[in-house]
């Protein structure tokens, strides 16, 4: 989901007013939005538990991710050269997440899951978890986005790196690799403590802002790939320039290989609290943004409105609740025991759903210019 209202930048180098269109980027949005669908609905559970969890588990992962270094890349170097931009984002991040928790409150109600929740639950909510179970990824952006801003406004980019990497680091621990953690141990209290506050490490505090500098670093390399003398912030993560094609290729395939890997290997060993966090998902999430960067040639989501995944991934749950409901009534079962029939109901719904949104609210949006012009 892109919480941004365009989709391209100025070409490195460039004039400013000329933009640059990344068709690679704008088709993976619409893949991930996808990927976060698949996630919720274990599309492939009805034909093999096994493949749906690499499926859901592990390739699905890279959603998010991705969406947060498309921030990292677009936004924050808008931000970091206009501080009125910067908050202009946070605010329109914060009304996306108000007017979310006010849409899905009626489902919170009729589940009961404010039921006996003091204030202290509630505010974990709002501040962390989210109200629902996907809206985790707003707060996530608003602490991240901050942390992130501030750190890049008073520390250099190499200091900050660093510290997102520690931070992410220190999560993995309350992630995918809980289950090494010894039993009663000091630094299992100390996660445990953690999750009194933050029910995941997959969190704005220790997820987030790694993915956005993962961003940022691209932007600063391919800024300096485009200019002729060095840009005004310097940096030597992972290096001052992307590598050529061929080195993203055999990153992204060793990347993915280790990632792979690595996701089935803790599922094995039975570790994971929770499968958000993988080693090697920040390599592997750099090299395929950079090979996202390097396609070439027309853009097929330039006819679709441009905050389509954005819909997509704020409705599907609603349009997942409809489908079972749907299920429901009619008895057609299969829709809700076929777990790809399933999928596919609740993605092609949530895509009709978000396209007839954004439609609507574009023509909105064109009738309050055209009245008070």
């Given at each position: 989901?892109?919480?941004?209202?365009?989709?391209?930048?100025?070409?490195?180098?460039?004039?400013?007013?000329?933009?640059?269109?990344?068709?690679?980027?704008?088709?993976?949005?619409?893949?991930?939005?996808?990927?976060?669908?698949?996630?919720?609905?274990?599309?492939?559970?009805?034909?093999?538990?096994?493949?749906?969890?690499?499926?859901?588990?592990?390739?699905?992962?890279?959603?998010?991710?991705?969406?947060?270094?498309?921030?990292?890349?677009?936004?924050?170097?808008?931000?970091?050269?206009?501080?009125?931009?910067?908050?202009?984002?946070?605010?329109r991040i914060g009304?996306?997440?108000?007017?979310?928790?006010?849409?899905y409150l009626p489902?919170?109600?009729?589940?009961?899951?404010?039921?006996?929740?003091?204030?202290?639950?509630?505010?974990?909510?709002?501040?962390?978890?989210?109200?629902?179970?996907?809206?985790?990824?707003?707060?996530?952006?608003?602490?991240?986005?901050?942390?992130?801003?501030?750190?890049?406004?008073?520390?250099?980019?190499?200091?900050?790196?660093?510290?997102?990497?520690?931070?992410?680091?220190?999560?993995?621990?309350?992630?995918?690799?809980?289950?090494?953690?010894?039993?009663?141990?000091?630094?299992?209290?100390?996660?445990?403590?953690?999750?009194?506050?933050?029910?995941?490490?997959?969190?704005?505090?220790?997820?987030?802002?790694?993915?956005?500098?993962?961003?940022?670093?691209i932007f600063l390399?391919?800024?300096?790939?485009?200019?002729?003398?060095?840009?005004?912030?310097?940096?030597?993560?992972?290096?001052?320039?992307?590598?050529?094609?061929?080195?993203?290729?055999?990153?992204?395939?060793?990347?993915?290989?280790?990632?792979?890997?690595?996701?089935?290997?803790?599922?094995?060993?039975?570790?994971?609290?929770?499968?958000?966090?993988?080693?090697?998902?920040?390599?592997?999430?750099?090299?395929?943004?950079?090979?996202?960067?390097?396609?070439?040639?027309?853009?097929?989501?330039?006819?679709?409105?441009?905050?389509?995944?954005?819909?997509?991934?704020?409705?599907?749950?609603?349009?997942?609740?409809?489908?079972?409901?749907?299920?429901?009534?009619?008895?057609?079962?299969?829709?809700?025991?076929?777990?790809?029939?399933?999928?596919?109901?609740?993605?092609?719904?949530?895509?009709?759903?978000?396209?007839?949104?954004?439609?609507?609210?574009?023509?909105?949006?064109?009738?309050?210019?055209?009245?008070?012009?």
């Amino acid at each position: 989901m892109t919480i941004q209202k365009k989709t391209g930048a100025a070409v490195p180098g460039q004039a400013a007013a000329r933009k640059h269109i990344y068709p690679g980027i704008n088709c993976f949005k619409l893949l991930a939005a996808l990927f976060v669908i698949m996630i919720h609905t274990s599309p492939l559970t009805s034909l093999n538990p096994e493949a749906d969890f690499v499926l859901t588990r592990i390739l699905a992962r890279t959603a998010v991710p991705f969406f947060f270094m498309v921030t990292g890349f677009f936004v924050l170097p808008k931000a970091l050269a206009d501080t009125h931009r910067g908050l202009l984002y946070l605010k329109r991040i914060g009304l996306i997440y108000l007017v979310s928790i006010v849409l899905y409150l009626p489902v919170n109600l009729y589940a009961g899951q404010f039921r006996d929740a003091g204030p202290g639950k509630v505010l974990k909510m709002i501040f962390m978890d989210g109200t629902f179970y996907h809206l985790w990824y707003l707060p996530a952006l608003l602490l991240g986005f901050a942390i992130v801003w501030t750190g890049l406004r008073y520390l250099p980019v190499k200091a900050v790196c660093i510290l997102s990497l520690l931070l992410y680091m220190m999560g993995l621990p309350g992630d995918s690799y809980y289950g090494f953690l010894k039993d009663g141990s000091f630094i299992q209290k100390l996660y445990q403590g953690i999750f009194h506050i933050s029910s995941y490490t997959r969190n704005g505090l220790f997820f987030t802002p790694v993915f956005l500098m993962l961003g940022y670093v691209i932007f600063l390399q391919y800024q300096a790939l485009g200019k002729a003398e060095k840009p005004e912030r310097t940096i030597s993560l992972p290096g001052q320039y992307p590598p050529c094609f061929s080195l993203k290729l055999a990153g992204f395939a060793i990347c993915s290989a280790l990632f792979l890997t690595e996701g089935i290997t803790l599922k094995i060993l039975d570790v994971p609290r929770h499968d958000s966090m993988y080693l090697t998902l920040v390599p592997l999430m750099y090299f395929l943004f950079c090979i996202l960067l390097d396609v070439q040639g027309p853009d097929p989501m330039k006819r679709l409105p441009a905050d389509l995944p954005l819909f997509i991934y704020l409705l599907h749950p609603l349009f997942l609740i409809l489908v079972r409901g749907f299920a429901g009534v009619t008895s057609l079962d299969l829709f809700v025991e076929n777990s790809l029939l399933h999928f596919l109901a609740v993605a092609v719904s949530s895509f009709a759903g978000a396209w007839l949104l954004a439609v609507l609210l574009d023509f909105i949006r064109r009738k309050r210019i055209n009245i008070t012009s």
